[in-house]
């Protein structure tokens, strides 16, 4: 399939349902099964076997007892289908509009962080994915790649940009006005992660990615960030240095191998470690409040996007802070153990809204039957995280693409079987 004509179906009325189905059961003639497994489950499960220990603990664990990711994914089995016979689906249209831009689905690549850890071309193979689709691409502030790299590789595909906001003003400046050069289409702002939750399977392998410099790129290759840097390294520091062991000269290791410049320069260079440190103290602040998005629009014209909204009195107040958009999330259940679900959050943040700006939705999706219930309780589209994140483990930028090709196709078909042509008529009517 071309990039071309997955493009042209903004405008055109192809059935993408039709079209993936009988491309993989015309494969099953000749005994060919799918590389990435379709059932979501089966997709789970064969990345698991591809993936390292601490990778999958880091993509597929979320807090505590994982009881908020059980929630999301409960949330959408309390809401049933409820489908119309007899209407004219022949042609369907699943294309939207966010920001001025008309989207082919409505569906968004999730922002997600260390991507190397899934597979060696992080970013840029879900960059090719993304823009062989034309779906937008979340770029990270966790990215294994700086943005620049990933805006290259996107071509002239739709990208919003994800911010972490730093401790520190000028590396917010400075990602910010890098997120406008590389012609970022929103500025998405992810609340809910100013301080890590309590991630029980990373704990228990006792690894945490960005204290090897992995996931860090933006950092890095940053100028603010760098001057940070060195100012540190030029400070010596007081804590005794422990006897080291295999493990940590690994780690030294990869702290120099991610780090700009020369390997074996790296090595004997104390930029490396002190980039690492320099990152765990800048990462992110508790101590924002509703009035430092007045800074925020002041540094940006972007449309600025709340993500991390669960309760309907802070979309409210997000309303009277003059953002442009909302995204319900919960992180994926992997920041707060016991919290709401999710989806089950979804239709009181709709309701206080009111279609004063778009609310997008996040956490839990895995079919595009999720999708097509999301946007039947208010959402404009949905992100999506963890499926092709394991499709990207098994096939690379292939992997990514074919998983959220996969959830379009069925989005497509749920629509025509349950009597609607346009993402537009899907509505809460059509629940249960």
């Known amino acids: 399939m071309s990039e071309q004509t997955i493009r042209d179906r903004v405008t055109t009325a192809v059935s993408m349902g039709r079209e993936v189905q009988g491309r993989i059961y015309r494969a099953g003639v000749f005994g060919h099964r799918p590389v990435v497994p379709v059932e979501p489950a089966a997709l789970e499960a064969a990345a698991q076997r591809r993936m ?9 664990g979320s807090a505590g007892q994982q009881h908020t990711a059980r929630a999301n994914l409960a949330a959408f089995d309390r809401h049933r289908i409820v489908p119309r016979m007899l209407v004219d689906v022949e ?9 001025g831009r008309r989207l082919p689905a409505p569906l968004l690549f999730a922002p997600i962080g260390v991507l190397e850890m899934a597979h060696r071309e992080a970013e840029r193979a879900v960059a090719e994915a993304a823009r062989t689709l034309g779906l937008p691409m979340v770029i990270s502030t966790q990215g294994s790649l700086p943005m620049e790299e990933t805006a290259a590789a996107l071509g002239d595909s739709p990208r919003w940009y994800q911010l972490y906001w730093s401790r520190d003003d000028d590396v917010v400046d400075s990602f910010v006005a890098r997120a406008e050069a590389i012609g970022s289409e929103a500025i998405v702002v992810t609340l809910d992660t100013h301080v890590l939750g309590w991630r029980t399977r990373d704990l228990d392998v006792a690894y945490l990615p960005f204290a090897r410099a992995e996931g860090i790129a933006q950092y890095t290759s940053d100028p603010a960030f760098r001057r940070l840097v060195e100012a540190r390294a030029q400070t010596p520091s007081e804590e005794p240095t422990p006897r080291p062991t295999v493990s940590a000269v690994k780690a030294l290791v990869s702290m120099a191998r991610h780090y700009p ?9 104390p930029l490396p470690r002190a980039a690492v440190e320099t990152f765990l103290d800048v990462f992110s602040r508790s101590s924002l409040t509703w009035d430092d998005l007045a800074t925020l629009r002041e540094r940006t014209s972007l449309p600025i996007v709340l993500k991390g909204i669960q309760d309907p009195r802070d979309a409210a107040l997000a309303l009277e802070h003059g953002v442009d ?3 319900v999330s919960n992180h994926g259940g992997r920041q707060v153990d016991g ?22 939705f996040d956490s ?6 999720d999708a097509f219930k999301a946007l039947a309780l208010g959402a404009r589209a949905v992100l999506v995280g963890r499926p092709w994140v394991y499709g990207l483990a098994l096939a690379g930028a ?10 379009w196709a069925e989005l497509d078909l749920t629509m025509a079987l349950s009597g609607v042509s346009s993402v537009d008529q899907i509505s809460r009517d059509l629940l249960a």
């Not at 292939?398 to 959830?407: I, K, Q, W």
Request: avoid cysteine; glycine fraction near 12%; hydrophobic fraction near 45%.
């Open 91 to 99: 042609e369907r249209d699943t294309s939207v509009e966010l920001f």
């Open 364 to 369: 839990g999706v895995r079919s595009g039957a």
């Open 52 to 60: 390292s220990p601490q990778a999958w603990s880091y993509v597929a």
């Open 325 to 327: 958009g909302i995204v």
């Open 398 to 407: 292939d992997g990514a693409r074919t998983v959220m090709e996969h959830l």
């Open 339 to 360: 919290a709401i679900g999710s989806l089950d959050a979804l239709p009181g943040v709709v309701e206080e809204v009111d279609g004063r700006i778009p609310v997008l």
């Open 261 to 269: 410049g020369d390997l074996w320069t790296n090595l004997r260079s």
